[in-house]
């Protein structure tokens, strides 16, 4: 195709771009709330970690609308830039590199420095997602050390077993006389 762009090609550039700043925002604001949940974690706040949980469930199906939207946008891009236009209908969706290549050059670069940005967001998301779970699963093993610390320290009473849970203990016979 040319490098000459119609008005709707236009748009959906324009679309696409939006679509990309929209995407980094929710990023960023995800790395926020990892944050915030990494906090609650430090502090063993259940009701903060439930909030960040929250906030970040809502944001993961923000972002699943926005991806939907996305891949429209490039669906419909490839249709009108890709190398088979015509054929494009059944075509797998490209990924947004392969469609980056492919347009004209005046919005090349805007929407390549919005992807690599986004990308970068992504992959620091990915690292800050995998510390926190690191964190959470060392902090459950630790509290998990105590409780059976504390099993082992109440066994001696027959109500905790070595594994730290309550057990039932053996029936103990024993007679009480009454009578005298």
């Given at each position: 195709?040319?490098?000459?762009?119609t008005m709707n090609a236009g748009a959906e550039l324009s679309k696409l771009a939006e679509i990309?700043?929209?995407?980094?925002?929710?990023?960023?604001?995800?790395?926020?709330?990892?944050?915030?949940h990494r906090d609650a974690v430090r502090h063993a706040d259940p009701r903060a970690v439930e909030r960040s949980l929250d906030a970040q469930r809502h944001l993961?199906?923000?972002?699943a609308a926005i991806e939907q939207t996305r891949q429209d946008?490039?669906?419909?891009?490839?249709?009108?830039?890709?190398?088979d236009a015509a054929g494009a209908m059944?075509?797998?969706?490209?990924?947004?590199?392969?469609?980056?290549?492919v347009l004209p050059t005046p919005h090349?670069?805007?929407l390549q420095v919005q992807a690599q940005e986004l990308r970068r967001l992504i992959e620091r998301v990915r690292y800050e997602e995998s510390s926190l779970k690191a964190a959470t699963a060392a902090l459950s093993?630790?509290?998990e050390g105590l409780m059976r610390h504390v099993g082992r320290r109440l066994s001696h009473a027959g109500t905790y077993g070595r594994r730290?849970?309550?057990?039932?203990?053996?029936?103990?016979?024993?007679?009480?006389d009454l009578v005298r």
């Open positions: 195709m040319s490098g000459h762009v990309l700043a929209e995407m980094i925002r929710e990023h960023q604001k995800w790395l926020v709330l990892i944050e915030q993961m199906a923000n972002l946008t490039v669906r419909a891009l490839w249709k009108r830039f890709g190398p059944n075509a797998p969706l490209p990924k947004l590199g392969r469609l980056l290549d090349r670069h805007t093993a630790h509290i730290g849970v309550v057990e039932a203990t053996p029936a103990l016979a024993a007679a009480v």
